[in-house]
C-alpha cells in the first residue's frame, strides 16, 4: 500500500460492520430475551449431561465432579466465545450460494477477516455465561495451590482455548469449499470437539487421544490447564507440564486452519467452488 | 495512482479459463473463456452481451479476482486481479443484479456507511458523494427503509449505489436491468450516463436488454462459447446481421397480406389480416415510409415498432458463425 | 368404494418419494456418518468409564449393553429429528401453505409421511452402518429372542413418527400465528436431545429427572426403541412400551390436526 494506515483506520471496516450487527440484533427485545434465554438452556443442558453421571458415580476418569466443573468451565467458555465470534463460519456453504463470498472478494480486506466480522451472535453471550459460572464454580469448590503461577496459566489457557475454537470453527470453514453437503462432516470435529473438550479426557482411548488430545487439541482447552491447577498427574504418563503447553496447541490449531482455509480458496477461485 | 492512470483500463491477451466437470464417472474440460484478446480504454462503455452459459460471468470474475484464469494475461486498472485483488477492489465497482452487497436487515442509509467504512472514505467524501448519489438515484424516501423491504426498483438503485460509493473508475454490472419496470430501467440508465459524463467513469455492463445496450453502449462484444464473435458498435453489429425491425399494424378492416412493399418482408397475419407484422431493414428504408406505404392500402388504427431483440441478434451472428 | 384405498395409496406414495428424494443426499449421509461415529466412539469413552466407576454394572447396564444403546441411538440420529427442523415449517410461516390446503391431502399427514420416508431411508446409510461400526470395533450386546426384533423395528417406525409428528407440533404449527420460529426450533433441539436419552440413558437420571422425561413425548423417539431392540426390556415390556409410543403418536398427532384445522380458519380469516 502506498499510504500507511494508522491501527484506528485499518480496523475502522471492521468495527463498522460488527457495531452495525450488534445493533440489529437488539433492535428487537422480546426475541432477543428469548434468543438468550435459549442460548442459556444449551450451556446449562450441556452441563446436565455430564452432571447425571455423577448422579451415579463419584469420580469419572480420576475426577470428581468439582474438578470435573473446572474442565468443563473452561471449555464451555471458551467454545462459547469462539462460537459468538467465530461461530457463522459455518454458514460457509449457504455465503457460497448466495454469492457473498463474490461480494467480498470486491472489498479492499483481506477474505478471511471479513468472513470473521461478518457477524457477531450476542445472544451466545448468555452460553458463555453459564460457562463461566461453572468456571467460577470450579475454582472456588477445588483446593487450588494459588500462585502467581496458577493464575497465570489460568489466563492463558483462556485465551488459548478461544483461540483453539475459533481456529477449529476456520479449519471447518475452509474445508467447507471443498466438501459438498459436507457440514455434518466438519461439525463432528468442531462440535464433536466441543463435546470431547469438556470430558475427562483420561477416560479417552489412544486412538481418541490421537484425534482430541493431539491432532485437534482440544484436551489442552480444558482438561490439561485443570489438571495442572489442581495438581493431578496426566494420564498414559503425559508429562505434568503439558498444561502450559495450550499456547503451542492453539498455534497448531491456527496452522491446520490458515492450510485449510488456503486450499479452501485456492479450490473457489480454480473454478472448483 | 500515476502507474494505473495510464493505458487501457481492461487489458486481456489470450484469456482463457477452463472447467473440469464430472458427468458421471466421465470427466470432461469445458472451456468457458476461450483466447479472449481484447482492450478497453478509459471511459468507454462496453456492451457485452452473449447467450447464458456463453461465458459473461466467468470473464467478469477473472477481472476482478474471484476467478484465477488457466492461461493468458488479464489486467484490469493496470493490476493484476488475483494478486493486487485489495487495490483493484478500491478502483472498481460491480453490481450483480442477482446478488447483494448491501446488509438485508438494515436501513439503506446504515449500509452506505458501512460501505464508506470498507472503502475508508474520509467524513466529507462520504458526505458529498452519498448526498450525490442519493439525488441523482432519488433514493430520499427510502434512505430509511431496511433493504429488505424495498421494492425490486429501489433495491437495485441502492446496489447501484452501494457500487459507486467509492468513486470507481470501472464499473461492471452483471444485469443490472434484469427484471425492471420501465420507468426503473429508464431512470437506472439515465443516472449512468450522467455518472460517466461527469466522473469519467468506464462501464462494463452484461446484459439482455437491447434497450441497455442502445442508451448506454457506444461499444459491442458478443462472446460465443467463450470466444469473441464481434467487436464493434451496434449499427455495425446491426449490419453485420441484418437485424431487422418490425412493424406491427393494425387496420381499420380485414385486407390481404401487405406483401411487395419496397424494403419489406411480410411475416405474419392475423385476425384474417386485421394486425399483420412487417419486417423492415433500418438501413434500406425507414418506418415512416413503410408506414406510408401499407396506409395506401388499409387504413391504420394503431402500429407498434418491435426493435431487433437482444438474443435474436446473439442468435444471427451465432448462426453465421457455425 | 375408492376412497379407502386411494387415501392409503396416496401416502404410501408420498412415503415413497421422501424416501427417493433423500438419496440423493449420499454424499451428506456419508458426512453424517463421519459425525455419528466419532460421536458414538466419545460417548464409548465416556459411558463406558461411568459403567466401570459404577461396578460394572449401572441400572441394568454392563458395558456390552450400553455399546448397544450408544450405537443404536447414534444409527437412530440420522433418522429420528432431533433437530426440529421439518420442510413444512417454511411454508406454514410464509402462508404458502394456503396452496397446500387446496390439495385433497391432508397437509398435516402429508408432511409427516415426508418426513418419515426420508428418515427411514437415512437408516440404510447412516443407521445400519454406525450400528456395524460400532459392533465390529466396540463390540455390542444383542437380544437372542428373536421377537425383540420385530417389535423393535415397530418401535423404531414409531419414534420416528412420533418425532415427526412432535416438531410438526411445536415447531411447524406454531407457524400459523408465528411470525419466527427459528426460537421454537433451537428449543425444541435443545430439550429433546436431552430428554430423549441422545446423550445419557434416562435411566440413569436422578429419578425425578426420569419421570420429568417421561412426561414428556421425548424418551419414545429414541429410548424405548433402543431399549427394545437392545433386549433391555422383554417382550411383554417391550409391548407395553410400544402401546405408550402409540398413545403418544396419537395424542401429538390429533393435537397438531387440531392446530392445522385453527391455523387454516385463521390463514382464511386473514384472506391468506
Same mark, same amino acid.
Given at each position: 500500500m502506498a499510504e500507511p494506515l494508522t491501527l484506528r483506520a485499518r480496523l475502522r471496516p471492521y468495527r463498522a460492520v460488527l457495531a452495525s450487527r450488534a445493533r440489529s440484533q437488539r433492535a428487537y427485545r422480546a426475541s432477543f430475551g428469548l434468543d438468550l434465554a435459549s442460548s442459556a438452556l444449551v450451556g446449562v443442558i450441556e452441563l446436565a449431561e455430564i452432571w447425571v453421571l455423577f448422579h451415579s458415580v463419584t469420580e469419572l476418569g480420576g475426577l470428581d465432579f468439582a474438578q470435573i466443573l473446572l474442565v468443563f468451565g473452561l471449555a464451555d467458555l471458551c467454545f462459547s466465545l469462539a462460537d459468538m465470534t467465530f461461530g457463522h463460519c459455518d454458514n460457509l456453504p449457504t455465503y457460497l450460494r448466495a454469492g457473498t463470498l463474490d461480494v467480498f472478494y470486491l472489498r479492499p480486506q483481506p477474505l478471511l477477516l471479513q468472513l470473521v466480522t461478518s457477524d457477531i451472535s450476542l445472544r451466545r453471550l448468555a452460553r458463555a455465561g453459564v460457562g463461566a459460572v461453572a468456571l467460577a464454580f470450579g475454582l472456588a469448590l477445588n483446593d487450588i495451590a494459588w500462585s502467581p503461577a496458577h493464575v497465570l496459566l489460568l489466563a492463558v489457557a483462556i485465551v488459548s482455548g478461544y483461540v483453539m475454537f475459533a481456529g477449529m470453527f476456520v479449519w471447518a470453514g475452509g474445508a467447507q469449499f471443498f466438501l459438498v453437503d459436507g457440514a455434518e462432516t466438519t461439525n463432528a470435529f468442531v462440535y464433536g470437539g466441543r463435546y470431547a473438550a469438556t470430558q475427562p479426557a483420561s477416560v479417552w482411548n489412544r486412538p481418541l487421544w490421537a484425534v482430541f488430545g493431539f491432532f485437534f487439541p482440544m484436551a489442552f482447552t480444558g482438561f490439561l490447564p485443570a489438571l495442572w491447577l489442581l495438581g493431578i498427574a496426566p494420564p498414559y504418563g503425559l508429562p505434568d507440564w503439558l498444561g502450559w503447553c495450550a499456547p503451542l496447541a492453539a498455534a497448531w490449531t491456527w496452522l491446520l486452519a490458515l492450510i485449510s482455509w488456503r486450499w479452501g480458496v485456492r479450490h473457489y477461485q480454480g473454478g472448483g467452488g | 495512482m500515476t502507474t494505473t492512470d495510464a493505458g487501457p483500463i481492461i487489458e486481456t491477451n489470450g484469456l482463457t479459463r477452463e472447467f473440469r466437470i464430472r458427468e458421471g464417472a466421465r470427466r470432461r474440460t469445458l472451456v468457458a473463456v476461450d483466447d479472449l484478446t481484447l482492450r478497453i480504454e478509459p471511459g468507454e462503455a462496453v456492451g457485452y452481451i452473449g447467450a447464458n452459459g456463453a461465458g459473461k460471468s466467468t470473464t467478469i470474475k477473472m477481472l476482478t479476482g474471484i476467478l484465477v484464469p488457466s492461461r493468458g494475461e488479464v489486467t484490469t486498472c493496470g493490476l493484476r486481479p488475483v494478486q493486487d485483488r485489495r487495490r483493484l477492489a478500491r478502483q472498481v465497482g460491480v453490481v450483480f443484479g442477482q446478488r447483494s452487497q448491501l446488509w438485508w436487515d438494515l436501513p439503506v442509509r446504515e449500509s452506505f456507511r458501512i460501505l464508506a467504512a470498507i472503502h475508508d472514505l474520509s467524513a466529507t467524501a462520504e458526505r458529498d458523494r452519498t448526498d450525490e448519489l442519493v439525488e441523482r438515484l432519488e433514493m430520499g424516501e427510502f &434512505?430509511? $427503509?431496511?433493504?429488505?423491504?424495498?421494492?425490486?426498483?429501489?433495491? +437495485?438503485?441502492? /446496489? +447501484?449505489?452501494?457500487?459507486?460509493?467509492?468513486?470507481?473508475?470501472?464499473?461492471? &454490472? *452483471? /444485469?443490472?436491468?434484469?427484471?425492471? *419496470?420501465? &420507468?426503473?430501467?429508464?431512470?437506472?440508465? /439515465?443516472?449512468?450516463?450522467? /455518472?460517466?459524463?461527469?466522473?469519467?467513469? $468506464?462501464?462494463?455492463?452484461?446484459?439482455? *436488454? +437491447?434497450? *441497455?445496450?442502445?442508451r448506454l453502449c457506444d461499444r459491442i462484444l458478443v462472446i460465443d462459447r467463450g470466444r469473441l464473435a464481434y467487436d464493434g458498435d451496434l449499427p455495425g453489429l446491426s449490419r453485420t446481421v441484418g437485424a431487422e425491425r418490425v412493424l406491427v399494424v393494425d387496420l381499420a378492416e380485414a385486407v390481404a397480406d401487405l406483401t411487395g412493399i419496397t424494403g419489406t418482408r411480410h411475416l405474419a397475419s392475423e385476425g384474417h389480416g386485421l394486425r399483420q407484422r412487417l419486417a423492415f431493414d433500418a438501413e434500406t428504408t425507414t418506418a415512416a415510409r413503410v408506414l406510408a406505404a401499407v396506409s395506401e392500402r388499409a387504413e391504420v388504427l394503431d402500429l407498434t415498432v418491435e426493435e431487433p431483440d437482444i438474443e435474436d441478434v446473439v442468435r444471427r451472428i451465432y448462426a453465421a458463425r457455425r | 368404494m375408492r376412497a379407502v384405498p386411494s387415501g392409503v395409496r396416496v401416502y404410501w406414495r408420498i412415503l415413497v418419494a421422501g424416501f427417493r428424494r433423500q438419496s440423493a443426499y449420499l454424499l451428506a449421509a456419508f458426512g453424517g456418518l463421519v459425525a455419528n461415529t466419532t460421536f458414538g466412539l466419545l460417548k464409548v469413552a465416556i459411558l463406558f468409564a461411568t459403567v466401570r466407576a459404577a461396578g460394572g454394572e449401572l441400572e441394568g447396564y454392563d458395558v456390552a449393553l450400553m455399546s448397544t444403546y450408544i450405537w443404536v441411538s447414534q444409527g437412530l440420529l440420522g433418522s429420528v429429528n432431533l433437530f426440529g427442523r421439518i420442510d413444512i415449517a417454511d411454508r406454514i410461516k410464509d402462508g404458502d401453505v394456503a396452496v397446500d390446503f387446496l390439495r385433497p391431502l391432508d397437509v398435516q399427514a402429508a408432511a409427516i409421511t415426508t418426513e418419515v420416508g426420508k428418515s427411514l431411508f437415512n437408516l440404510i446409510p447412516r443407521g445400519i452402518p454406525s450400528v456395524l461400526i460400532g459392533g465390529l470395533v466396540v463390540g455390542m450386546a444383542l437380544p437372542d429372542n428373536p421377537v425383540a426384533y420385530l417389535l423393535g423395528a415397530a418401535s423404531i417406525v414409531l419414534g420416528i413418527a412420533i418425532s415427526a409428528a412432535t416438531v410438526y407440533l411445536v415447531v411447524a404449527a406454531p407457524g400459523f400465528w408465528l411470525v419466527e420460529t427459528r426460537g421454537l426450533q433451537i428449543l425444541y433441539m435443545v430439550v429433546s436431545g436431552f430428554l430423549a436419552g441422545l446423550f445419557v440413558p434416562i435411566w440413569i437420571f436422578p429419578r425425578w429427572l426420569e419421570i420429568v422425561a417421561q412426561a414428556t413425548p421425548f424418551p419414545s423417539m429414541m429410548m424405548y426403541p433402543v431399549d427394545i431392540i437392545s433386549g433391555r426390556v422383554d417382550s411383554g415390556q417391550g409391548l407395553l412400551l410400544i402401546a405408550v409410543q402409540v398413545g403418544w403418536l396419537v395424542g401429538v398427532g390429533a393435537l397438531g390436526q387440531v392446530l392445522t384445522r385453527a391455523g387454516r380458519r385463521h390463514l382464511e380469516v386473514q384472506g391468506g
Amino acid at each position: 500500500m502506498a499510504e500507511p494506515l494508522t491501527l484506528r483506520a485499518r480496523l475502522r471496516p471492521y468495527r463498522a460492520v460488527l457495531a452495525s450487527r450488534a445493533r440489529s440484533q437488539r433492535a428487537y427485545r422480546a426475541s432477543f430475551g428469548l434468543d438468550l434465554a435459549s442460548s442459556a438452556l444449551v450451556g446449562v443442558i450441556e452441563l446436565a449431561e455430564i452432571w447425571v453421571l455423577f448422579h451415579s458415580v463419584t469420580e469419572l476418569g480420576g475426577l470428581d465432579f468439582a474438578q470435573i466443573l473446572l474442565v468443563f468451565g473452561l471449555a464451555d467458555l471458551c467454545f462459547s466465545l469462539a462460537d459468538m465470534t467465530f461461530g457463522h463460519c459455518d454458514n460457509l456453504p449457504t455465503y457460497l450460494r448466495a454469492g457473498t463470498l463474490d461480494v467480498f472478494y470486491l472489498r479492499p480486506q483481506p477474505l478471511l477477516l471479513q468472513l470473521v466480522t461478518s457477524d457477531i451472535s450476542l445472544r451466545r453471550l448468555a452460553r458463555a455465561g453459564v460457562g463461566a459460572v461453572a468456571l467460577a464454580f470450579g475454582l472456588a469448590l477445588n483446593d487450588i495451590a494459588w500462585s502467581p503461577a496458577h493464575v497465570l496459566l489460568l489466563a492463558v489457557a483462556i485465551v488459548s482455548g478461544y483461540v483453539m475454537f475459533a481456529g477449529m470453527f476456520v479449519w471447518a470453514g475452509g474445508a467447507q469449499f471443498f466438501l459438498v453437503d459436507g457440514a455434518e462432516t466438519t461439525n463432528a470435529f468442531v462440535y464433536g470437539g466441543r463435546y470431547a473438550a469438556t470430558q475427562p479426557a483420561s477416560v479417552w482411548n489412544r486412538p481418541l487421544w490421537a484425534v482430541f488430545g493431539f491432532f485437534f487439541p482440544m484436551a489442552f482447552t480444558g482438561f490439561l490447564p485443570a489438571l495442572w491447577l489442581l495438581g493431578i498427574a496426566p494420564p498414559y504418563g503425559l508429562p505434568d507440564w503439558l498444561g502450559w503447553c495450550a499456547p503451542l496447541a492453539a498455534a497448531w490449531t491456527w496452522l491446520l486452519a490458515l492450510i485449510s482455509w488456503r486450499w479452501g480458496v485456492r479450490h473457489y477461485q480454480g473454478g472448483g467452488g | 495512482m500515476t502507474t494505473t492512470d495510464a493505458g487501457p483500463i481492461i487489458e486481456t491477451n489470450g484469456l482463457t479459463r477452463e472447467f473440469r466437470i464430472r458427468e458421471g464417472a466421465r470427466r470432461r474440460t469445458l472451456v468457458a473463456v476461450d483466447d479472449l484478446t481484447l482492450r478497453i480504454e478509459p471511459g468507454e462503455a462496453v456492451g457485452y452481451i452473449g447467450a447464458n452459459g456463453a461465458g459473461k460471468s466467468t470473464t467478469i470474475k477473472m477481472l476482478t479476482g474471484i476467478l484465477v484464469p488457466s492461461r493468458g494475461e488479464v489486467t484490469t486498472c493496470g493490476l493484476r486481479p488475483v494478486q493486487d485483488r485489495r487495490r483493484l477492489a478500491r478502483q472498481v465497482g460491480v453490481v450483480f443484479g442477482q446478488r447483494s452487497q448491501l446488509w438485508w436487515d438494515l436501513p439503506v442509509r446504515e449500509s452506505f456507511r458501512i460501505l464508506a467504512a470498507i472503502h475508508d472514505l474520509s467524513a466529507t467524501a462520504e458526505r458529498d458523494r452519498t448526498d450525490e448519489l442519493v439525488e441523482r438515484l432519488e433514493m430520499g424516501e427510502f &434512505l430509511a $427503509t431496511p433493504v429488505r423491504q424495498l421494492s425490486l426498483g429501489q433495491r +437495485m438503485r441502492a /446496489e +447501484m449505489a452501494a457500487a459507486l460509493l467509492h468513486s470507481p473508475r470501472l464499473v461492471i &454490472l *452483471d /444485469e443490472p436491468t434484469i427484471g425492471l *419496470d420501465v &420507468l426503473s430501467k429508464q431512470r437506472l440508465r /439515465e443516472f449512468l450516463v450522467a /455518472e460517466r459524463r461527469t466522473h469519467g467513469t $468506464t462501464l462494463l455492463l452484461t446484459t439482455h *436488454d +437491447m434497450g *441497455d445496450v442502445e442508451r448506454l453502449c457506444d461499444r459491442i462484444l458478443v462472446i460465443d462459447r467463450g470466444r469473441l464473435a464481434y467487436d464493434g458498435d451496434l449499427p455495425g453489429l446491426s449490419r453485420t446481421v441484418g437485424a431487422e425491425r418490425v412493424l406491427v399494424v393494425d387496420l381499420a378492416e380485414a385486407v390481404a397480406d401487405l406483401t411487395g412493399i419496397t424494403g419489406t418482408r411480410h411475416l405474419a397475419s392475423e385476425g384474417h389480416g386485421l394486425r399483420q407484422r412487417l419486417a423492415f431493414d433500418a438501413e434500406t428504408t425507414t418506418a415512416a415510409r413503410v408506414l406510408a406505404a401499407v396506409s395506401e392500402r388499409a387504413e391504420v388504427l394503431d402500429l407498434t415498432v418491435e426493435e431487433p431483440d437482444i438474443e435474436d441478434v446473439v442468435r444471427r451472428i451465432y448462426a453465421a458463425r457455425r | 368404494m375408492r376412497a379407502v384405498p386411494s387415501g392409503v395409496r396416496v401416502y404410501w406414495r408420498i412415503l415413497v418419494a421422501g424416501f427417493r428424494r433423500q438419496s440423493a443426499y449420499l454424499l451428506a449421509a456419508f458426512g453424517g456418518l463421519v459425525a455419528n461415529t466419532t460421536f458414538g466412539l466419545l460417548k464409548v469413552a465416556i459411558l463406558f468409564a461411568t459403567v466401570r466407576a459404577a461396578g460394572g454394572e449401572l441400572e441394568g447396564y454392563d458395558v456390552a449393553l450400553m455399546s448397544t444403546y450408544i450405537w443404536v441411538s447414534q444409527g437412530l440420529l440420522g433418522s429420528v429429528n432431533l433437530f426440529g427442523r421439518i420442510d413444512i415449517a417454511d411454508r406454514i410461516k410464509d402462508g404458502d401453505v394456503a396452496v397446500d390446503f387446496l390439495r385433497p391431502l391432508d397437509v398435516q399427514a402429508a408432511a409427516i409421511t415426508t418426513e418419515v420416508g426420508k428418515s427411514l431411508f437415512n437408516l440404510i446409510p447412516r443407521g445400519i452402518p454406525s450400528v456395524l461400526i460400532g459392533g465390529l470395533v466396540v463390540g455390542m450386546a444383542l437380544p437372542d429372542n428373536p421377537v425383540a426384533y420385530l417389535l423393535g423395528a415397530a418401535s423404531i417406525v414409531l419414534g420416528i413418527a412420533i418425532s415427526a409428528a412432535t416438531v410438526y407440533l411445536v415447531v411447524a404449527a406454531p407457524g400459523f400465528w408465528l411470525v419466527e420460529t427459528r426460537g421454537l426450533q433451537i428449543l425444541y433441539m435443545v430439550v429433546s436431545g436431552f430428554l430423549a436419552g441422545l446423550f445419557v440413558p434416562i435411566w440413569i437420571f436422578p429419578r425425578w429427572l426420569e419421570i420429568v422425561a417421561q412426561a414428556t413425548p421425548f424418551p419414545s423417539m429414541m429410548m424405548y426403541p433402543v431399549d427394545i431392540i437392545s433386549g433391555r426390556v422383554d417382550s411383554g415390556q417391550g409391548l407395553l412400551l410400544i402401546a405408550v409410543q402409540v398413545g403418544w403418536l396419537v395424542g401429538v398427532g390429533a393435537l397438531g390436526q387440531v392446530l392445522t384445522r385453527a391455523g387454516r380458519r385463521h390463514l382464511e380469516v386473514q384472506g391468506g
